[in-house]
């Protein structure tokens, strides 16, 4: 057996290397049966091909060349040589110090992959636009200012990568760009889309987080096969209309903006599944958002929220609620209806009670109520049989009740910044758990039971007054934990 390994470990980089030849002919040229349509080989063989990191060694064998990786060689222009790489196909010259590409970067018309990637580039020649097999164009990190108008004759183009740049527009031939299907353009100063945005038929992905837009054009909602939006940190005051004619649209991102409503017809969009609407200026919701039978995550942290609303406990779809870092002073009861609940994060606000009602949501696996003012944990915890986070550090707890500790599922405990002894509360029955944080408490020794606790790694008791002879002895049964003390 060993003799078949050692044969097969030998035998195998040898044809991975065969690979890099099997494409040509006698004389060099590329086999026919590896051209696609353009006759240029095909892109499913790119992978097999070699890749060269210098243009000396790439200029000795021209007509294999394929892929060439010039990145961080501190160059600041195209070696002329590089114009007879014929065959070349996929171009990295990230993280270089070009400030401009040379007029006949047309010459190199059979890219499919150009990656400018952190560079200084100011501007981009008009003869960008005849790489009309160009697939993936990356320019994100550049000082680009302004993309020229003949970015729309890449009729190819799939992959468009314009993000930490210094655009204030786009060209209306970018909507010309029929076969795009993901715009990352994060970090620029563009205040507004073209009208026809909508021609982008195939568009899938769009990021256009962190920019000045402050609202969407009408054309927006013909973009039928969007699964992904994200247009966090702009300069919405409005929850742009249009969005909610996308009934199909499953991720939506429009946080850090700077909105105090949502449209009813936010209902309409059937498919959303995950909507972030943190760090706007919200205080409740629209009529029917309950009706969005596939939403199952929502995030409204950093809102003007007083309550758990109503509408939010009847959206039964729920798996994950944020409502951290509002002003809620109490659970809303009806919580309780969240059965497919999972993961609930109600933390900085100013809740000074559980209700009962609220253990009753027994498939969450995480919860944190940190930062708030509970002074008292019921034993109903105990119907949390699912739970592996739990986060109550920064509260007013004297106390823990035994049945915290028998619940065998939880992984990581934080009770830092209490008000807890735990003298009379034995850990021995939590036997997953991983990290337990007690900080700044009152414990005069360590709890109970810890050493029962065998995959235990981690262990914060700083601020407290526990003996350095409990800590020696806990780690000479315990050797895999760190202690910090």
């Known amino acids: 057996m060993k003799k078949t390994i050692l044969l097969l470990l030998f035998i195998y980089p ?41 243009i000396d060694s790439a200029i000795l064998k021209s007509n294999q060349v394929f892929r060439l990786n010039l990145n961080s060689n501190s160059i600041s222009e195209l070696p002329d040589d590089i114009f007879t790489l014929s065959n070349i196909q996929i171009l990295s010259l990230t993280n270089n110090y070009f400030e401009k590409l040379p007029n006949n970067i047309n010459e190199l018309n059979n890219i499919r992959f150009l990656s400018l990637n952190t560079n200084i580039l100011n501007s981009l020649p008009a003869e960008i636009g005849y790489l009309s097999q160009l697939l993936m164009l990356d320019l994100e990190n550049n000082k680009l200012t302004s993309l020229p108008p003949e970015i729309g004759n890449l009729p190819k183009l799939q992959n468009l990568l314009i993000g930490g740049n210094e655009l204030t527009f786009l060209p209306n031939e970018i909507c010309n ?11 620029n100063k563009i205040d507004k889309l073209p009208d026809n945005f909508g021609n982008l038929m195939m568009l899938q992905n769009i990021d256009f987080s962190n920019n000045k837009l402050t609202e969407l054009p009408a054309s927006f909602s013909d973009l039928g096969f969007l699964m992904i939006i994200n247009l966090s940190k702009n300069n919405f005051k409005k929850f742009p209309i ?12 429009i946080s850090n903006n700077s909105i105090s409503e949502l449209p009813k017809d936010i209902s309409n969009m059937k498919m959303l599944q995950m909507l972030d609407l943190k760090n706007n200026k919200i205080s409740e919701l629209p009529k029917n958002f309950n009706k969005i039978p596939s939403l199952r995550q929502i995030n409204l942290s950093a809102n003007k929220f007083y309550e758990i ?14 409502l951290s870092h509002n002003n809620i002073n109490a659970i809303n009861e009806d919580i309780q209806k969240l059965v497919f609940l999972t993961k609930i994060n109600l933390s900085n606000n100013f ?4 209700p009962s009602n609220f253990y009753n949501v027994v498939n969450l696996s995480y919860i944190d109520l940190s930062y708030n003012q509970i002074s008292e944990i019921s034993s109903d915890v105990s119907k949390l049989t699912s739970l592996k986070e739990l986060y109550l550090n920064n509260n007013m ?9 028998k619940l065998i599922t939880l992984e990581i405990i934080n009770l830092s910044d209490n008000q ?14 991983r990290i337990l944080y007690l900080n700044n408490n009152a414990l005069q020794n360590l709890p109970a039971g810890l050493e029962n606790c065998t995959n235990l ?28 003390y």
């Open 309 to 322: 609303p109503d509408l939010l406990c009847k959206t039964i779809s729920l798996s994950l609620i944020d």
């Open 351 to 354: 809740i000074n009670y559980i």
């Open 420 to 433: 807890l002894d735990l003298s009379n509360s034995d850990f021995s029955g939590l036997e997953n758990l």
């Open 397 to 405: 707890l004297s106390e823990i009740p035994q049945e915290l500790t």
């Open 242 to 253: 249009v969005l909610t004619e996308m009934e199909k649209l499953p991720y939506l991102d």
């Open 14 to 54: 040898l044809f991975l290397n065969s690979q890099q030849y099997v494409f040509f002919d006698s004389i060099g040229n590329i086999k026919t049966e590896f051209l696609d349509s353009d006759n240029i080989l095909d892109e499913e063989f790119l992978p097999y091909t070699a890749e060269f990191f210098r």
């Open 177 to 187: 760009l029929t076969s795009v299907f993901n715009i990352s353009a994060w970090g």
């Open 457 to 484: 790694t981690k262990l914060y008791v700083k601020g407290n007054f526990i003996p350095q002879s409990e800590i020696n002895a806990l780690l000479a049964k315990l050797p895999n934990l760190e202690i910090a």
